[in-house]
């Protein structure tokens, strides 16, 4: 059974570690594959990626859901799929979004749409 860990911050928004460390430790501590999911921002991701690769931890692309301005903003910059959730009405601050949908349950199973975006 495989190790993940798709939910890990850096320095470069509230972690402590910068992205190569954090990639380090995950290693360290066993996990396969891993993902840096910092808020909001997309500067420490070519690192992350490189130190992943560099360690043997598999690392790849992901759907971002987002439910804010500045967060499809990074997603978009950092060339990923983004698919806005709208909360409160305020489908403006989703523009870019590669989707939009009411809630996670809007997902089933079947929807290849957010996985076969490449």
């Not at 954090?22 to 808020?39: C, E, F, Q, S």
């Not at 489908?91 to 490449?118: M, P, Q, Y």
Request: aromatic fraction near 6%; proline fraction near 2%; charge should be negative.
């Amino acid at each position: 059974m495989l190790n993940v860990d798709l939910h890990c911050h850096s320095n470069v928004s509230d972690g402590l570690l910068p992205p190569a460390d954090v990639a380090a430790r995950a290693k360290a501590n066993g996990v396969d594959v891993w993902a840096l999911t910092d808020h909001d921002e997309i500067s420490g991701i070519a690192g992350a990626r490189k130190a992943a690769q560099e360690l043997g931890l598999g690392v790849g692309d992901c759907v971002v859901f987002e439910d804010a301005k500045a967060g499809v903003q990074a997603a978009k910059a950092g060339g990923f799929f983004c698919v806005g959730i709208l909360r409160y009405g305020e489908a403006a601050k989703l523009v870019g979004a590669d989707r939009i949908i009411r809630d996670l349950g809007d997902i089933s199973e079947d929807d290849t749409s957010f996985w076969n975006h490449g």
